[in-house]
């Protein structure tokens, strides 16, 4: 048996877990890449100020103040209104879910050089020796922990495709599902529902990185179940020439499908899993999946978090938090406006568990 069946047999004392249901791709042809280049430059907006003069500059933006404001509205700031979100907590097993770039770090020219900050690390080190903690992301896993460093984390990279984190957490909580060693000699639980896929990533990466060679600006970023190509540093007249490179490869492959997301393209697995299935997978691995006590936090600013931010949505307790300076359509029911309201949010998490332990 492999390691997906025995830890899908062991979770939920060996309750069904759906992970190879495959989905058909949506069409693509010439008008959807165009809505695609059009959605990214509503997601991505142009008015851009460069904070530094370097490799790693970081990017913001400014809102519209009238239709912000009216969006803020029904999408209060999780900061300003604090303890009335955190009202529903009370009580119960909270489980804080990051999104990583946009969010714990800040999004920039160049996705070598996202890097968290110190003070960022250590309000998610603190925030994990309290509550359950896992970053979901678009990365490449391994990537995402060297750029975090903790290891009492859970780390879902490829959109929830690549899970693993400590067998025990910081909280004693102990982890269902397939064992297995770290680099370091840990002991881990692993969940791959996409390991079949490997050798066509590796496949699809090179053809990219051959197109995107010819572009100047492209990256091509193998994040091990899905390969991005990133936009960000491509002249504008040029989008649409790559695009229809991607789109031309991701045809070629009946069982992978093209998404979209701030100036990035991906090619991913046709399988039915993405953040939100990750999100509900690591509540059931750490055995609350049939529990009415479980308040989910999710922390997201990009398209792709919309799945999680609707799996905490449906659940009759949770919070889930857009990460956005500008408006967006989104499923979350609070918004931060960058990293740093995201670091003042976790330090009074932090701050919050200790008041409300208290007898």
């Not at 904070?51 to 700031?77: C, F, G, N, Q, V």
């Not at 955190?86 to 050089?113: C, H, M, Q």
């Not at 931060?336 to 568990?353: A, M």
Request: with cysteine; net charge neutral.
């Amino acid at each position: 048996m492999t390691n997906t069946a025995l830890l899908l047999s062991s979770v939920n004392g060996g309750a069904h877990y759906p992970t190879k249901k495959k989905f058909s791709p949506r069409k693509a042809d010439n008008r959807s890449i165009h809505g695609w280049l059009e959605a990214m430059k509503e997601s991505s907006p142009p008015r851009v100020r460069h904070l530094h003069m370097d490799a790693s500059a970081t990017l913001e933006t400014e809102p519209m103040d009238i239709p912000y404001k009216r969006w803020k509205a029904s999408h209060p700031s999780a900061l300003d209104n604090f303890n009335k979100v955190l009202e529903a907590a009370v009580g119960k097993n909270v489980f804080v879910f990051l999104d990583y770039d946009g969010t714990l770090s800040p999004i920039v020219e160049d996705p070598e050089r996202a890097f968290m900050s110190d003070e960022m690390r250590s309000a998610v080190k603190e925030t994990a020796a309290l509550f359950p903690t896992a970053i979901i992301t678009g990365r490449c896993r391994d990537k995402v922990y060297g750029f975090v460093q903790l290891p009492e984390l859970y780390y879902a990279g490829s959109h929830g495709m690549d899970i693993m984190g400590p067998a025990e957490d910081s909280n004693g909580v102990k982890a269902n599902g397939t064992k297995t060693l770290d680099e370091e000699g840990n002991e881990v639980v692993l969940f791959q529902p996409a390991s079949e896929f490997t050798l066509v990533m590796d496949e699809i990466f090179k053809l990219l990185e051959e197109k995107a060679s010819k572009v100047p600006g492209a990256r091509v970023e193998h994040n091990k179940y899905c390969v991005s190509v990133h936009f960000r540093c491509v002249k504008e007249e040029n989008w649409l020439h790559l695009a229809e490179q991607v789109l031309c490869i991701s045809k070629s492959y009946p069982n992978l499908y093209l998404t979209q997301g701030r100036k990035v393209l991906e090619i991913r697995p046709s399988i039915s899993w993405n953040k939100g299935k990750a999100l509900d997978f690591l509540i059931r691995t750490l055995g609350h999946g049939n529990k009415n006590d479980v308040f989910p936090i999710y922390i997201g600013d990009d398209q792709t978090d919309e799945d999680a931010f609707k799996v905490v949505a449906r659940r009759k307790h949770g919070l889930p938090i857009l990460v956005s300076n500008v408006v967006k359509d989104t499923n979350a029911s609070c918004s931060l406006r960058n990293p740093t309201q995201v670091l003042e949010f976790l330090q009074l998490l932090v701050k919050w568990r200790a008041v409300s332990a208290k007898p």
